[in-house]
T-cell receptor, first 111, second 114 residues
Framework: GQQVMQIPQYQHVQEGEDFTTYCNSS?????IQWYKQRPGGHPVFLIQ?????EVKKQKRLTFQFGEAKKNSSLHITATQTTDVGTYFC???????????FGTGTRLQVTL | NAGVMQNPRHLVRRRGQEARLRCSPM?????VYWYRQLPEEGLKFMVY????????ESGMPKERFSAEFPKEGPSILRIQQVVRGDSAAYFC????????????FGPGTRLTVL
């Protein structure tokens, strides 16, 4: 079956440093979504990418979709403590759009 | 604008008991998804329902688990004869349309089986 892997599993940065998480799928994706889950919280939708090579920005967050539509990345510039949480990519599969989540990257930010 | 509501937020059951988890989707949303998150793991799809219909239950364990979304009232995820391995966070999500729209997640029900 389809596998969606993310690296790294965990990253600890100091506030102000940059952070990147990478998402790789074993199959070609129709589109990709990104979610953030705070500790003890629930996933919150961040963005959806649809087009090959697409790049979208949300303030300090930059999302990219690979040219082959098999990988994606999320880059955070100048992290803040509010960025703490686990970031998941997710593939909305088929007509039902059930989400196949990546393995997640847990981000810890310290002062 | 109430978001997705789930209750209870925390549920403790002894082995062999039944657990009933409830989910009320966002207003106007008729598509409901259930996901399970085991401790320190990612989220796994369980079941997708529309009003009165189960559309995709490919992620549901074959035994002891069932789900419904009646015409009136919340969606229910039911786990019979719970075992310790059922301890997890169960999230419900709803969407306006299954056509690649974002899913809005509820706060989850944390199930602990003693």
């Amino acid at each position: 079956g389809q596998q969606v892997m993310q690296i790294p599993q965990y990253q600890h940065v100091q506030e102000g440093e940059d952070f990147t998480t990478y998402c790789n799928s074993s199959t070609t994706l129709s589109n990709i979504q990104w979610y953030k889950q705070r500790p003890g919280g629930h996933p919150v939708f961040l963005i959806q990418l649809v087009k090959s090579g697409e790049v979208k920005k949300q303030k300090r967050l930059t999302f990219q979709f690979g040219e082959a539509k098999k990988n994606s990345s999320l880059h955070i510039t100048a992290t803040q403590t509010t960025d703490v949480g686990t970031y998941f990519c997710a593939d909305p599969t088929g007509t039902a759009s059930k989400l196949t989540f990546g393995t997640g990257t847990r981000l810890q930010v310290t002062l | 604008n109430a978001g997705v509501m789930q209750n209870p937020r925390h549920l403790v059951r002894r082995r062999g008991q039944e657990a009933r988890l409830r989910c009320s989707p966002m207003k106007g949303h008729s598509h409901v998804y259930w996901y399970r998150q085991l401790p320190e793991e990612g989220l796994k799809f369980m079941v997708y329902l529309q009003k009165e219909n189960i559309i995709d239950e490919s992620g549901m364990p074959k035994e002891r688990f069932s789900a419904e979304f009646p015409k009136e009232g919340p969606s229910i995820l039911r786990i019979q004869q719970v075992v310790r391995g059922d301890s997890a966070a169960y999230f419900c999500a709803s969407s306006l349309s299954p056509s690649y729209n974002e899913q809005f997640f509820g706060p989850g029900t944390r199930l602990t089986v003693l």
